[in-house]
């Protein structure tokens, strides 16, 4: 055997052992356990690096597809779910049975609940990698496509502003009890410490809202700031508080 061809023999296993070692290292990535892919995820949400953390569930094909612009109008819905999650995930237990699994995760004490809880996060194993939801979470996604996420941030955005007209009218009843039963601005309402300042915030409600106030009457009226993507519903309120929405197309609600 001539030097050459013993030379050409090593490089061809240097070769195959090379091959091997990328091929385990690709497969040990791949198998992260349910655990490991939670503490990811959660690290990825706090971080804001929201196409990473949704790239580790089974929503991954509802922000597969969704534009740079869409992104943005959804930034403050993901910010708003990364909001909660603590500086440090413990892990106390994980279950696996087959495909699936549950990671159980301990919540710090809040406001709701004063006590150390624990959550559990089901998982499913889909082509040997673990990915965080459910079947049936997974079925929805596939049922919605990319307007998941979307379609979920308005009816959150149109709740919302339903439940905010309703505190409007209290604040405005406080306000007139003060003030000789003369109806605030939105300004006067914020300076008499009656509400926040960024309480109709467009960027987070997905609403432009307006007030209009004449004594002892006042007119309140949102509209979905990108009809079809923070909201389809307008609304239309007065002093009374009786509420109307309806979906024209993102123009204002009319009363009648």
């Known amino acids: 055997m001539t030097q050459t061809r013993f030379t050409s023999i090593l490089a061809g296993i240097a070769g195959l052992f090379l091959l091997a070692a990328l091929s385990l290292n690709l497969y040990a990535q791949a198998q992260h356990s349910p655990s490991d892919v939670v503490r990811e995820f959660y690290k990825a949400m706090r971080e804001h690096r929201f196409k990473d953390a949704w790239a580790m569930t089974v929503y991954k094909p509802a922000v597969d597809s969704l534009s740079a612009d869409e992104m943005n109008d959804l930034q403050p819905f993901f910010e708003a779910q990364a909001a909660p999650v603590p500086a440090q995930i413990q892990i106390d237990s994980e279950k696996i049975s087959g495909n699936t699994a549950q990671v159980f995760v301990q919540l710090p004490p809040?406001?709701?609940?004063?006590?150390?809880?624990?959550?559990?996060?089901?998982?499913?194993?889909?082509?040997?990698?673990?990915?965080?939801?459910?079947?049936?979470?997974?079925?929805?996604?596939?049922?919605?496509?990319?307007?998941?996420?979307?379609d979920a941030m308005i009816d959150i955005n149109e709740d919302n502003m339903g439940e905010v007209l309703k505190r409007l009218v209290g604040m405005e009843a406080v306000f007139a009890q003060a003030h000789g039963g003369a109806f605030g601005e939105v300004k006067a309402l914020v300076e008499a410490g009656l509400m926040s300042d960024d309480m109709f915030e467009p960027r987070a409600s997905g609403y432009n809202f307006h007030l209009t106030v004449n004594g002892k009457t006042f007119i309140a009226t949102a509209e979905p700031t990108r009809y079809g993507r923070t909201g389809k519903l307008s609304f239309w309120m007065d002093q009374t508080g009786a509420i109307k929405s309806a979906d024209n197309g993102g123009k204002p609600v009319q009363a009648k």
């Open 110 to 150: 809040s406001d709701a609940s004063p006590q150390i809880t624990s959550k559990p996060v089901d998982l499913l194993n889909v082509g040997g990698v673990w990915l965080i939801g459910s079947e049936a979470e997974q079925a929805n996604v596939k049922k919605a496509g990319n307007r998941y996420f979307l």
